[in-house]
């Protein structure tokens, strides 16, 4: 673990301070609460979220920051910094779409689903900035959404906690924007424990904390490959897990064994057959994941993020060529020693690496050698620390 307490407080102190200017500036006044959620990656366990399984994610050192203060009417007024400082207001009773500033769905949705629990809330001025990278898998938008919840609980005294509030940034994607997402992005930002990664049983909501070990650096890259499409694509790979437990009789494809889906494979589309295998196999080694990270279990953290990799790529076809490049470029480096997968829904973004701390250099030099060379692209790296959640 690093001692890096002093340095958070003054990066901490340096961001209040200047979303503080930015808030005077609009507003004509100071926010009287500013507040933070993280963003998120995933160590293990991808497209089980919404099929009632485990993942195992982090929260990270990348996130959003919200500051507001209250309004005696109900209009909400938002001004998105990292947005060229675009600027919406509507009123919170307004269940409109926007499609010209979409950013803004995620304040709409998100606010109309609070107000629906807490009828008494009343508007806000709200100025928002963030440094999640967009688009990349890092779960920007349930960042977003935490940290609004958060301060609308501070600003208006809600008895709100971290798992109704991922509830309802997931209500808000899944009823509003129009993602069909899980829960994972929501509930890691809530609620991490710092220096862990979270054990989460999607069924039940469970949690189990895992730390990190020591040795490993968490390793985020980006491949830089805009994700087109992504949402129909993710959409209808919901669809068809959720069909393959239709066919088995059950609400999820938790509830369906490997032994089960093999002996229907027959009876089943072959493409969807591949689907739930994924599934069914990316649970399991999610919970082995938990396991050989509390046993420091180098080699084990290896095979089965290499395992998890490949379901993704061949039974979920969910990875691009740059992010297996990438894989494969760290697995040269790193060996047994730590392990590497694309990580979040796919489609491009990033893959994550848990590298030996003394071969952080060489895995970044590497990539620097050879990725841009065979991609034309130009990768970014973000190491990581494993922070608290919102709600923690
Ligand atoms: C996106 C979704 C999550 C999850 C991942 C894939 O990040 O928001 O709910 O399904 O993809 O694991």
Redesign the pocket.
């Known amino acids: 673990m690093t001692d890096n307490s002093e340095y958070k407080k003054a990066i901490n102190q340096h961001v209040v301070e200047t979303l503080q200017q930015q808030f005077q500036r609009k507003y004509g006044q100071k926010a009287s609460v500013i507040e933070h959620a993280p963003g998120r990656v995933?160590l293990l366990?991808?497209?089980?979220?919404?099929n009632q399984g485990f993942?195992l994610p982090a929260a990270i050192n990348y996130g959003t920051n919200v500051a507001i203060s209250a309004r005696t009417d109900d209009i909400i007024s938002v001004y998105a910094l990292d947005i060229e400082n675009d600027h919406v207001e509507f009123s919170l009773t307004d269940t409109s779409l926007d499609t010209e500033h979409s950013w803004s769905n995620y304040v709409r949705g998100t606010l109309l689903q609070l107000k629906q629990s807490f009828p008494e809330i009343c508007g806000a001025n709200v100025v928002v900035s963030g440094n999640v990278p967009q688009g990349a898998?890092l779960?920007s938008s349930?960042s977003f959404e935490i940290a609004l919840l958060k301060a609308f609980t501070k600003l208006y005294r809600l008895n709100l906690s971290g798992v109704d509030a991922a509830l309802i940034g997931?209500r808000a994607?899944n009823d509003f924007v129009g993602?069909n997402?899980?829960?994972?992005?929501q509930l890691i930002s809530a609620m991490a424990m710092a220096d862990h990664a979270m054990l989460l049983d999607c069924q039940d909501l469970t949690m189990r904390h895992a730390l990190i070990p020591d040795e490993l650096t968490v390793l985020v890259i980006n491949s830089k490959v805009k994700r087109g499409l992504v949402d129909s694509a993710?959409n209808e790979r919901r669809a068809q897990c959720e069909a393959v437990a239709q066919h088995f009789g059950k609400a999820s494809l938790r509830a369906v064994s490997l032994e089960e889906l093999d002996r229907e494979r027959n009876a089943i589309e072959c493409i969807l057959y591949k689907r739930a295998r994924h599934v069914i196999t990316e649970n399991r080694r999610t919970t082995q994941m938990y396991t050989a990270l509390n046993n420091k279990n180098f080699e084990q953290i290896s095979s089965l993020m290499a395992q998890s990799h490949l379901s993704l790529k061949d039974d979920f076809n969910v990875t691009v060529p740059e992010t297996d490049l990438l894989v494969s470029i760290v697995a040269d480096v790193i060996k047994h020693r730590g392990g590497v997968r694309m990580t979040?829904?796919?489609f491009g973004g990033c893959v994550v690496a848990l590298v030996p701390n003394n071969l952080v250099a060489e895995v970044i030099a590497a990539i620097e050698r050879k990725y841009f060379k065979q991609t034309g692209l130009v990768a970014e790296f973000y190491p990581c620390i494993a922070t608290q959640g919102a709600f923690t």
């Open positions: 995933n366990g991808d497209h089980t979220d919404y993942v898998g779960s349930a997931q994607e993602c997402c899980g829960i994972m992005d993710y979040g829904g796919g």
